[in-house]
């Protein structure tokens, strides 16, 4: 992987990550951000050449989790080694921002998609898979992140009624930018650049087939990444396998991200209130402190639901996430309780050795 970009600031370099990493700096190590990850390894980018680097297994050891480890977008403190060894990884900078999701199926446990991201691209096919309940889940992880949501809706040149599919999206999407573009006519592209610039990082996440890597390559402006045909019922193919920051010509980088086949929350209470704020406002216009929302006179939600102010299926998925976070702060609960009591079995093996 050849980088284009030269210089720290271009990389999203600042005042802040300059003092985190000033005491590293006087012992003789280098900062780089990590461009790409892949099982055991990661690429960085610095003022030199792109370098592969990996973890220490001191860093392994002390991690309480993955949120403690590297992601791509980060920035890492490293020890650069001649050929053909492999530079060691000594520190994580702070995080300025990160997107964070339960990884898919029955695990209890966090991934970190992208870290250190400026403006989230939520990428939304115009087709018939447009899912506002999904755009409600993608915006709600986005203002948990500390990232900025853009909605980038795609395939505009295929959809029968782009009035209709737009106005399902500005229902749930309330202050949120919306961009309708299309990757086979050009048409909207160019209003994505004002997002672009040195030093600002964009991500895109979305579903698989949604338009992605063909958005980098609109983006960049040459084929940088695989796209595949279109199927015979006119979704996309998921190409992306691994997650990648890409330089732009604008300035800046753009990371693209694999396809997400569910996506499941992890810590997002500041978030559904951004997402749901119309929702969390009538909640306060309600006569009662501790309204259920069910049946009691002068609730505000109830009175929107049935006024057509507020849509029913938007109240439901604003309860289904909240239950959804409800349940699985219970099964953090629990695997932190177990791991503590394996580490207390640990502590007593060891001691009788």
């Given at each position: 992987m050849d980088s284009t970009i030269e210089r720290s600031h271009d990389l999203g370099w600042n005042d802040e990550l300059e003092a985190s990493f000033e005491p590293y700096g006087q012992r003789?190590?280098?900062?780089?951000?990590?461009?790409?990850?892949?099982?055991?390894?990661?690429?960085?980018?610095?003022?030199?050449?792109?370098?592969?680097?990996?973890?220490?297994?001191?860093?392994?050891?002390?991690?309480?989790?993955?949120?403690?480890?590297?992601?791509?977008?980060?920035?890492?403190v490293f020890e650069p080694l001649p050929p053909p060894s492999r530079s060691m990884i000594q520190a994580l900078l702070p995080r300025r921002s990160a997107f964070v999701r339960k990884v898919a199926g029955q695990t209890t446990r966090e991934q970190v998609v992208a870290a250190n991201v400026d403006v989230v691209f939520l990428v939304n096919g115009m087709?018939?898979?447009?899912?506002?309940?999904?755009?409600?889940?993608?915006l709600t992880l986005a203002w948990e992140s500390g990232s900025s949501p853009v909605i980038v809706l795609t395939?505009?040149?295929?959809?029968?009624?782009?009035?209709?599919?737009?106005?399902?999206?500005?229902?749930?999407?309330?202050?949120?930018?919306?961009?309708?573009?299309?990757?086979?006519?050009?048409?909207?592209?160019?209003?994505?650049?004002?997002?672009?610039?040195?030093?600002?990082?964009?991500?895109?996440?979305?579903?698989?087939?949604?338009?992605?890597?063909?958005?980098?390559?609109?983006?960049?402006?040459?084929e940088v990444q695989t796209?595949?045909?279109?199927?015979e019922d006119g979704r996309g193919r998921h190409t992306t396998t691994h997650r990648e920051?890409?330089?732009?010509?604008?300035?800046?980088?753009?990371?693209?991200?694999?396809?997400?086949?569910?996506?499941?929350?992890?810590?997002?209470?500041?978030?559904?209130?951004?997402?749901?704020?119309?929702?969390?406002?009538l909640a306060h216009s309600c006569r009662f402190r501790d309204c259920t929302h069910r049946s009691e006179p002068g609730c505000a939600i109830r009175k929107a639901i049935n006024s057509g102010k507020l849509k029913a299926a938007r109240y439901e998925s604003y309860l289904k996430l909240q239950r959804e976070l409800r349940f699985l702060e219970t099964r953090r609960d629990k695997r932190a309780r177990s791991e503590a009591r394996k580490k207390i079995r640990a502590r007593a093996r060891a001691r009788r050795r």
């Open positions: 003789g190590f280098y900062a780089a951000r990590v461009a790409a990850q892949y099982k055991g390894a990661y690429v960085l980018y610095w003022d030199g050449p792109d370098l592969w680097a990996e973890l220490p297994g001191r860093m392994l050891h002390r991690a309480e989790g993955v949120l403690d480890l590297p992601a791509v977008g980060d920035w890492v087709d018939e898979d447009l899912n506002p309940r999904r755009i409600e889940r993608y395939k505009s040149d295929i959809c029968p009624d782009l009035e209709s599919a737009l106005a399902d999206v500005q229902g749930v999407a309330l202050g949120v930018p919306i961009h309708i573009v299309s990757n086979v006519t050009g048409d909207g592209i160019a209003e994505l650049g004002t997002y672009m610039g040195s030093g600002r990082t964009i991500a895109l996440l979305g579903s698989s087939g949604v338009g992605k890597s063909s958005l980098v390559n609109s983006l960049v402006g040459e796209v595949k045909e279109i199927r920051l890409i330089s732009l010509p604008q300035g800046g980088l753009v990371l693209d991200t694999p396809g997400m086949r569910e996506l499941q929350l992890w810590e997002a209470s500041d978030g559904i209130q951004g997402s749901f704020e119309d929702i969390v406002l």
